[in-house]
Structures are given as C-alpha cells and as structure tokens.
C-alpha cells in the first residue's frame, strides 16, 4: 500500500522536473538538476549589483581621504626630510661623515630618528654628502613685518641665484635684507622636550640640575607645548644626557640660534611675519629660518 502511494507521488513529480527546462529531453537515468542550481541566484538577483555599488562608493570615499587627509601630510613631511638632507649635508662639509667624530651630525641624524625618517634615505642623504659637488653655505640677515629680526640660513650652488630669491620674497612679503640682524643672535645647544606634563616651575629646576642656562616655553609645528633647554655649544651633550637620567624625554637636540632680545607684534603683524617666514621655508635653498619674534599675549 505504502509502495504504491509513493510510485503515484513519483510520477506526479516527473513531468514537473521535465518541464524545467524548456526544449530538452531527459533520459529516464539522466538526473533533474533543479533550477536553484542551474541558474544561480546570483547570476541575476539585483541586490548583489546594490552592494558592489556600495563597495566602488567606499573606494572613491577612502581616496578622497587620502588625497584631502594624507596628501599634504605626505607633502609635509617630504618637505621635512628634504631639509633634514640639506642639515646632512652641512654637517658632513663642515666636520666629516663620521656622526662619532662629527657632534653636529650626531645630533641631526638624532633628529632624524625622532621624526622617523627611514634609514636609507638618511644613509643615502650622508653618501650624496660626500658625493655632492661644492655647495656654499651662506646665512641672509633680513628685517621682517614689525621690525622683526630674521637668520635665513641657506645651502646652494648658486649664491647670486639664491640671494635674488630671497630678496623676491621678502620685498613681496614686506621684508627686506638688513645687514647686523645677526649680532642680535648667540649660537646655543638646545634640547627639546615635550611640555605637556612638566610646569615651567619644575623646568627650571630641572635645568638647574641638568647644568643648562635657561628654559623656554613654545610650541612645535603641530602647536605641542613643548621646552627648550639652552645651554653652552661645549655642554650640549651632557645637558641632554642629564634630562634623561633625570627620566626627560627628549625630542631633539642640536646647535641653532637664539635671540638676545624679543620684537614683540601685533595679530596683524604676527600674521604678515608668519606668511614671510613660511614663504622662505619653502624655498627649495633655505636650510632653516631663525626669528626673534614674541606674539602679544
């Protein structure tokens, strides 16, 4: 009985099977494929087509991060490096490629290391150095908006060259070359800390300790709060190992110059000075920019 009720269901399902697939005939051992598997969902479904349109939507929003985000960070810190190889190859001229012989290589390539700079762009920076042909090092003294003092120091091969350049951008940006601003300047070792933790009243005890001769407040080109611990060019190396035993950590360290006095601007006048220097910062033969410029407060 059994038997039978299932050879009735059996034959009732068989015509179905042959009429999946229009205009073909099945031998009676060929097995039905069902539809599910000869036409499959995905092939035809539109909700696949919706999430591959999402994904070409996430890809075109990662690049537009990339390029308004990363893109002038990348610019930056190319720019950054640029100038470290150009602080290399000052320090390799005037004392040699070996950073043991060499303090203010030493102290450079220690710099590079903070900011992360790979290793064979600094190695290939120090080889270029003692490869490169003979480039003059020279330093512009100039007045800037307000009557701010600036040091432009500067690494080229070209000295007419660089000083047109120079003289360009700071009658466009309302400066001028002014011989004597240099004597408003002492060359010093600095040691940079972060500043975020540390009051000024335990900085100074700090330098007390340390053997430095003063410490000053400012903030790195991200506007970081951070210290800067001035001493003797001689003292250099062992004021920077004594903030680390005293448990500092340091950001750099190197020799750079420091004003004797402050010129003290307005917003207005900050602002045109801040252009200035920026303006020359990006010349590709200007090494640093030093200025004696204090914002009101």
Not at 67 to 73: A, L, M, S, T
Not at 205 to 214: H, P, T, V, W
Not at 258 to 268: E, H
């Amino acid at each position: 009985m059994a038997g039978a009720v299932v050879r009735r269901a059996l034959c009732s399902l068989r015509p179905q099977s042959l009429t999946a697939v229009p205009g073909r005939f099945l031998s009676p051992v060929e097995p039905v494929v069902p539809l599910a598997v000869q036409f499959p969902s995905w092939r035809s479904s539109p909700v696949r087509s919706l999430q591959l349109l999402c994904a070409l939507c996430a890809g075109h929003n990662k690049w537009s991060k990339v390029k308004h985000i990363k893109g002038p960070k990348d610019e930056a810190r190319g720019k950054m490096f640029m100038k470290f190889g150009m602080l290399i190859k000052i320090a390799v001229k005037e004392g040699g490629s070996n950073p043991e012989m060499n303090l203010n290589l030493a102290h450079i390539l220690e710099q590079c290391r903070g900011k992360n700079m790979p290793k064979a762009s600094v190695e290939a920076a120090i080889k270029s150095a003692e490869k490169a042909k003979p480039a003059t090092q020279h330093m512009f003294e100039a007045r800037g908006p307000g009557g701010c003092l600036l040091l432009i120091e500067v690494l080229t091969e070209n000295n007419s060259r660089s000083q047109q350049d120079i003289r360009r951008l700071l009658n466009k940006n309302g400066g001028m070359l002014s011989d004597g601003a240099r004597h408003n300047f002492n060359r010093r070792g600095v040691v940079v800390v972060p500043g975020q933790n540390l009051s000024m009243e335990r900085a100074l005890e700090l330098a007390i300790e340390a053997g430095a001769e003063d410490v000053k407040e400012t903030e790195d080109e991200e506007e970081q709060p951070i210290l800067q611990f001035i001493c003797d060019m001689t003292d250099l190396r062992k004021v920077r190992a004594s903030l680390v035993e005293l448990g500092m950590q340091i950001t750099s360290a190197g020799l750079e110059f420091v004003p004797r006095t402050l010129s003290s601007l307005d917003q207005d006048q900050l602002n045109a000075a801040s252009t200035l220097i920026e303006a020359l910062t990006d010349s590709p033969d200007v090494v640093r920019v030093w200025d004696n410029i204090q914002a009101d407060s």
